[in-house]
């Protein structure tokens, strides 16, 4: 592997953690306002 | 209501009630996360391209020996840190276009590229001092008594300085040879 492609992957990869982390984050957040949506805040 | 709207506006929920569902879904969300990235580290998963790769350790120490300890691709190919290990699954995603692309889909096809994706595999692990053999191979912890006069000289100095690292004499350990003809070292 070129010192170039070595670079795009370790760039790729390591931004892919905060990606996760975001994705994870916004997935939660989806599902808890579905299930709060179901009853406590249904009538928001 | 828009999700966003939802999401900037306070909740009637409480706060232990919000705290407490953040909790558990984000135990859920990693538990599913990191299950299905050890899914793809299972041989099951490896032998779905790499065939006739996997079947080659059966016949070495690394599969069947007196202890029965083995083991499997991802023990040796796959870092076991877990950053370390998302970035090779990144760089792992190449892979899936060769997969479509059906680069080994045939025996000819994967003679052909063999030496190819060996000399990528040996470099990988030479730039990393062998790490993935050192999960299980410890020079620290080497009974040079036990080991064969040859051996000795080699892990005595080589090693043990540094100059050399476990794949620059250890290639072949788990599959066959590709054609070695070039290989610093090889005769």
Request: glycine share 8%; hydrophobic share 40%.
């Amino acid at each position: 592997m070129s010192t170039l492609e070595s670079i795009f992957w370790h760039v790729l990869g390591y931004a892919t953690m905060p990606f996760i982390f975001i994705v994870g984050y916004i997935g939660v957040a989806a599902a808890a306002l579905w299930l709060l949506s179901l009853g406590v805040d249904k009538d928001i | 209501m828009t999700f966003w709207s939802r999401l900037s506006r306070p909740s009637k929920a409480s706060a232990g009630v919000l705290l407490g569902l953040g909790f558990v879904g984000g135990i859920l969300f990693w538990g599913a996360f990191n299950t299905g990235m050890e899914a793809t580290n299972t041989e099951a998963f490896c032998s779905s391209c790499h065939a006739p790769i996997v079947a080659e350790i059966r016949e070495t120490i690394h599969y069947s020996n007196r202890s029965g300890v083995r083991a499997i691709c991802s023990d040796c190919h796959v870092p076991h840190a877990w950053t370390d290990k998302l970035v090779r699954k990144v760089q792992a995603s190449k892979e899936l276009v060769a997969f479509a692309l059906g680069t080994i889909n045939t025996p000819e096809k994967f003679r052909a590229r063999r030496g190819h994706l060996a000399h990528r595999e040996w470099q990988r692990m030479k730039n990393n001092d062998s790490q993935e053999c050192r999960n299980c191979h410890n020079f620290d912890f080497m009974d040079f008594s036990e080991q064969g006069r040859r051996s000795i000289t080699q892990h005595s100095t080589a090693l043990a300085s540094g100059d050399k690292t476990c794949v620059d004499c250890h290639k072949g350990v788990a599959h066959r040879l590709p054609n070695m003809s070039g290989v610093e070292g090889w005769q």
